[in-house]
C-alpha cells in the first residue's frame, strides 16, 4: 500500500481568528506537490498546523498518515513518525552545537521508541555520517560545530534546514518558503541539494512563490491556496504559470477567498 | 594510622562552649587570641537584617544559629577510640564511605583531601610534590606544621573577619578547613582536590587558605556536599587566596550542600603583578546562601577571570555578591555569571567593579545572564560600578528571560520531547560559561548535575 499523508476539511485557527478554511490535501509518499499562493493566504499556517504548533488550534478536519491521526499526537510523535517541516523562520538555539542537536535528532527518530536519555548514535558513527552529507552538500565542515542557526545568514539556515532533512530521512516533508531571501544561485543550490537527498522517495510539499526551487524537483501536481483554501490545482505548468502572471487570475475567479486572504495579510502587515 | 575521639559540644554558641572549643584545640597563644578577638566581635553584632543594603534581598528570620553548635573538636589519639559517625578513615583517602565527589571523577589527582563536619578524614598528596615544598593538608595540621608562614597570614587576614556576625563567627570558631602551598616556580600540573562533607544537623566551619609564590601554578578543585540531601546543616565558611607576582592558579569552587543548608561564606582573593587568577563557583545546593567573592587585583598586570554557575529550584535563595577591586594598574577582570531558576527559587546577583584613583588602564567587565524556568521564580540582578580613575574600560550587562516557547517548538519538530528540548537549551544557555572552563571534570560535572535537575518548564 501506498504510504499517504492526507488532509482533510482542516480547518485552523491562530488566537480565535479562523485561517484555514478546509483544506483538503492528499499527498502520497514518492510525489511532490508544489503549494503556492500570495501572502496571508494560509501556507506557512498549513505546515506549522500540521507539524503540531501549540499556537494553531485545529478546529475541524483531520490530518492522518497512513491512517493514524496525527494531531492527537505530540509534535516530537510526530516528527518521530517520518513528519519534517523545513522552517520559513528556522529558530535559533544558542550553545547548542548543530552536530549535538542532529545527533539527538536522529537518534529519536531512527528509534522512536527512545527515552530520554538512553544511549544516541554513537559519536563517531554520526560524525562521519554527518560529514559525509555535509560533502555532498557541499557545506564547510564548520557547520557541525556552530551553533543552531545562532548568527547563520539567511542562506546558511535554509541550507540547514536541507541538512536536517538529509540527515532525518522523513517520509513525508512540507518544505516552508525554503528559497526566501537567498539569490538565484543559492536558490538553484538548494533545490539541487533536495532532490539530491532523496527527495524522490518522499512524499513533498514544497511551499514556495517561485518557481526556481521547482527546478530539479518538479511537482506532480500544483496547488493554489487562497483565502484558507485550496482554490486550484493543477499540473506543473500551473507553477510556471503562476510565476509568470501572478494570482489575478484566480484573484477573479475566486473573489470571496482572495478578500479573506487580503485582510489576513493586511491584518499580520499591521 | 591515626584515629579521632570526639567531643560532642552542641550546646549552641556559648562562651562557655567557646572556652571548652579553644581547651580542646592546644593551639599557640597567638592563634587563640585571634579567636577570641573575633569571638568578641561576634557576640558584639547583631545578626544582619533587611534594614542594611546587603541583606535587603535575604530574609533570616526562620534562621535559628542556636539551633546549631560548635564544630566538634578531634583530637589525636593512638587509642581504640570511639570513632563516631566519622567513618572516612582509609590511608588511600578514597573512602569518604562509598562517596565520591563530582569533580574528582575520571581526573589524576596530585591530591585529596576529605573533610567531614569540619574535621579532617584523610589528606593525601603524592611525593612528588611533597619533595618539591608543596603543601596540602588541612588548615588544623599546618598550624602545627608551618607555624610561621600561617602567622603571617593570620595576622593579615585576606578576609575581613568584622564585615559580619557570620564572618567573625567563622574567624573564631573555623576548624579542619584546607592550607594549600605552593613554592615560588613550583608547577603542580595535576589538580589538587578537596571534599568536605556534612552530616544532619552538623556544622561546617572550614576555611581555606591558599597560598601561590611567585611564578608558581596550580589548580584546585573544592566540593562540598550533604551526606542527606533534605537535612539541615550550618556552613559557615571563608576562603582566603594569595596568589603571588607572575603566578597562576585555577580555583573550582562546587557547593552542592543539600536544600537544608543554611551557607555563609566570605571568599576573597589577592593577585599581585602579573598573576593570573580563574576563579570558578558551581552554586547548586543550600536552602539559603549569602556568599561574598572578592577578587582584589593590588599588583600591575594582574588578571582575574571570574565564572558563576547557578542552578536554583524548590525554595532555595541564593545571594551572591561579588566585587572586582582594581587597586593597581593595567589589570583585567572578566566576570561571567549564569544561573537558571525553577519552582519557587530566588537567585540574587549584586556585582561590583571598584577602580581606585591609582588603577588607570583598568580593564573590567561583568556580566550576569539568568534563564527562568517558571514563573513563580525571582532573580536580582544588580551590576555596579565605582570607577575612582580617569583612563579605564569597564563595562557590564545583565539578562533575564524565560526559555524560548519557539525553541521548544523547533526541537520538538526534531523529535525531541518537550523534557529534552528544554535540558538542551538550558545546557545552551550555560555553554558560554562552559566554554570559558578548561577542566573538563568540571564542564561535565556541572553539565550533568544541571541537566538533571532541569524538569519541566512552562
Known sequence: MTETLAIRDLHVSVAGKPILRGVNLEIRRGEIHALMGPNGSGKSTLGLAIMGHPAYEVTQGTVELNGEDLLALEPHERARRGLFLAFQRPVAIPGVKMADFLRHAASNIRNPDRKEGEELIPMRLFR??????????????????????????????????????????????????????????????????????????????????????????????????????????????????????????????????????????????? | MIAMTETILQSGFTPEAFEAFLASRREPAWLTLVRKEAWDAFEETPLPDRSLEEWRRTDLRLFRLGAFGLPRAAQSSHGSADQGSCPAKAADGRSITAAEGLLERNVELAGRLATWDSQTASSVLHEEWREKGVVFESLDSAIGQHEALLREHFLKPVVDWRADKFASLHAACWSGGTFVYVPPGVNVNLPLYTFSLLSPGQVDFGRTVIILGEGAEATVLSETASVDPGAPGLHCGAIEIRVGPNARLRYVNLQNWGTGVWHFAHQRALVERDGQLQWTIGALGSRLAKVNQHVALIGPGAEAQVNGVMFTEGKQHLSYHTLQHHQAPHCKSDLLYKGALQDKSHLVWRGMIRVDRDAQKTDGYQRNDNLILSDTVRVDSIPGLEILADDVKCTHGATSGRVDDEQIFYARARGLTRKEAVRMIVAGFFQQVFDRITIESVREALGDAIGSRVRECH
Request: charged share 30%.
Open chain 1, 128 to 270: 562521519k555520517e554527518l560529514k559525509e552529507k555535509m560533502r555532498q552538500l557541499r557545506m564547510d565542515e564548520e557547520f557541525a560545530r556552530r551553533y543552531v542557526n545562532d548568527g547563520f545568514s539567511g542562506g546558511e539556515m535554509k541550507r540547514a534546514e536541507i541538512l536536517q532533512m538529509a540527515i532525518l530521512r522523513p517520509k513525508f516533508a512540507i518544505l516552508d518558503e525554503t528559497d526566501s531571501g537567498l539569490d538565484v544561485d543559492a536558490v538553484r543550490l538548494a533545490s539541487q541539494s533536495i532532490a539530491e537527498i532523496g527527495a524522490r522517495e518522499m512524499g513533498i510539499l514544497i511551499i514556495t512563490h517561485h518557481e526556481q526551487l521547482l527546478e530539479h524537483n518538479r511537482p506532480q501536481y500544483t496547488h493554489v491556496m487562497l483565502g484558507g483554501r485550496i482554490v486550484e490545482t493543477g499540473g506543473p505548468e500551473l507553477a510556471v504559470e503562476l510565476h509568470k502572471q501572478g494570482y489575478d487570475r484566480l484573484r477573479a475567479a475566486y473573489p470571496e477567498a482572495a478578500a479573506a486572504s487580503d485582510a489576513l495579510a493586511a491584518a499580520v502587515a499591521g
